[in-house]
């Protein structure tokens, strides 16, 4: 009854909005945008695919990756990855916590560009990004050597797939523990394939196509499984929680364009 009270032009105006909700049926959590659809993995990274099939590649192993969408991989705006996206429902829930006034520090190493503008916006950080080759960062540094810093230094730590390009990823998740305070977290992510019972990896292979074959990446000396990667956080001292669609909901992870499977690892240092 009310919708036939209303003037026509206020009707068209309602069913314009209608098919508008309708279209962004998702949302980027990254650049907080409503998205019509998310770029493949295909489309985002061209050529990447085709290097998969030339050299072999057993794409299985992605296919049943533990937190990668093919499907909807990256943010038609801002161009966040789903792993990014995913970090950007747990840094906004973190920064809610924050008290007003009081800042954390945080290292984020091999920073991502989308995420890196959002932490800036979030405004309840003490950010710096570092790592050993990018130049648009703070510092350069080796993660398995990070003498920069002293013990105990970052509230928080950022290290978003990097160990896969590590000789002795050991090392780094021992000194990623040194520079991290007591009670403080570390987000740390590495490609884990589901269909492997063990973590793959040759540091000594220096022929780039045979790393396509054997890990998906020419610059990627490992491909990890849950258990072995699980193992290594412990061994460097560290208590993980594993946060996914359980903690975070299904209905988010869908909107927000996140597999089912995904895992967020939080390490923390009692």
């Not at 780039?208 to 499984?225: C, M, S, V």
Request: hydrophobic letters at 40%; charged letters at 25%.
């Amino acid at each position: 009854m009310l919708s036939r009270a209303l003037p026509p032009a206020l009707k068209h105006h309602l069913r314009k909005l209608e098919a508008r909700l309708k279209f962004y049926c998702y949302f980027c959590p990254v650049c907080q945008r409503g998205v019509g659809q998310f770029i493949s993995l295909r489309s985002a990274l061209p050529g990447l695919m085709e290097s998969w099939q030339l050299h072999g590649f057993d794409v299985q192993k992605f296919a049943q990756a533990e937190t990668l969408n093919l499907w909807q991989y990256a943010c038609p705006y801002c161009r966040a990855n789903d792993r990014s996206r995913l970090y950007a429902l747990f840094l906004r829930a973190e920064g809610r916590r924050i008290q007003a006034g009081q800042t954390r520090r945080l290292l984020d190493i091999a920073p991502s560009r989308p995420l890196r503008k959002m932490i800036f916006e979030l405004g309840c950080f003490e950010y710096r990004c570092a790592d050993l080759n990018m130049q648009d960062v703070h510092d350069r540094i080796d993660i398995t050597a990070m003498t920069l810093y002293e013990d105990n230094r970052f509230d928080c730590i950022l290290c978003s797939h990097v160990l896969e390009h590590v000789p002795d990823d050991r090392r780094a998740l021992s000194e990623l523990f040194r520079v991290l305070k007591p009670g403080g977290w570390a987000v740390v992510m590495v490609p884990i394939s589901l269909a492997l019972p063990a973590t793959i990896e040759d540091v000594s292979l220096q022929d780039p196509g045979e790393r396509i074959r054997r890990f998906g990446q020419d610059d990627h000396i490992r491909l990890y499984a849950k258990k072995d990667f699980n193992e290594k956080l412990s061994e460097a001292g560290f208590s993980v929680d594993e946060l996914g669609a359980a903690f975070f909901g299904l209905e988010l992870f869908y909107r927000n364009g996140i597999t089912q499977s995904s895992v967020l690892y939080v390490c923390r240092k009692g």
